[in-house]
T-cell receptor, first 113, second 112 residues
Framework: DAGITQSPRYKITETGRQVTLMCHQT?????MFWYRQDLGHGLRLIYY???????DKGEVPDGYVVSRSKTENFPLTLESATRSQTSVYFC????????????FGPGTRLTVT | QKEVEQNSGPLSVPEGAIASLNCTYS??????FFWYRQYSGKSPELIMF????GDKEDGRFTAQLNKASQYVSLLIRDSQPSDSATYLC????????????FGSGTRLQVQP
């Protein structure tokens, strides 16, 4: 089915471990985004990508790394997880032109112990 | 001042009533405005967007935009218990990033 998927849906990891969250979309949207959602802060942009091999920082990029070698995939890596990175992570995408409408994946709930 | 502000609620309305959700934004250059609905434990779902001053209606939903007052609202007519969710206002802040800036959301409770 077309759409945007994220994996894993739930992850528990320990402080200091490296974790990669995956995002895959089948719409061939050029723009992709990573947000985190925390109580009291709403959705905050971590990184975004305008196309394959083009990425840029958002509002809260520290501690995160992204890559985009293929249009359809946009993985987010926590190089050394910290408790403050416990959150729900949403991937989103949108087409390159026209509206700014974004469409979200189902989310990954990450707990860092 | 936050770039996009919403009252966190909860906003409680009886079934069948009109629910009015409000949002203000700081950047006068913003051109596109969106309302997302988010059920507990789920991802945000786009329900309305508006670009021009005035009202835009879609079924039971009406989005209202007043750029002079930097104000956007969402009206839900004939509210149903299934409308109980958090409603997120999103705005394209023209910073060069092609991303939306979200408010913290308003939690709506529709009482049967």
């Amino acid at each position: 089915d077309a759409g945007i998927t994220q994996s894993p849906r739930y992850k528990i990891t320990e402080t200091g471990r490296q974790v990669t969250l995956m995002c895959h979309q089948t719409w061939s949207h050029s723009y992709m985004f990573w947000y985190r959602q925390d109580l009291g802060h709403g959705l905050r942009l971590i990184y975004y990508s305008a196309a394959a091999d083009i990425t840029d920082k958002g509002e809260v990029p520290d501690g995160y790394v992204v890559s985009r070698s293929k249009t359809e995939n946009f993985p987010l890596t926590l190089e050394s997880a910290t408790r403050s990175q416990t959150s729900v992570y949403f991937c989103a995408s949108r087409p390159p032109t026209g509206s700014y409408e974004q469409y979200f994946g189902p989310g990954t709930r990450l707990t860092v112990t | 001042q936050k770039e996009v502000e919403q009252n966190s609620g909860p906003l409680s309305v009886p079934e069948g009533a009109i629910a009015s959700l409000n949002c203000t934004y700081s950047d006068r250059g913003s051109q596109s405005f969106f309302w997302y609905r988010q059920y507990s434990g789920k991802s945000p779902e786009l329900i309305m967007f508006i670009y021009s001053n005035g009202d835009k209606e879609d079924g039971r939903f009406t989005a209202q935009l007043n750029k002079a007052s930097q104000y956007v609202s969402l009206l839900i007519r004939d509210s149903q218990p299934s409308d109980s969710a958090t409603y997120l206002c999103a705005v394209n802040i023209p910073t060069g990033r092609r991303a939306l800036t979200f408010g913290s959301g308003t939690r709506l409770q529709v009482q049967p």
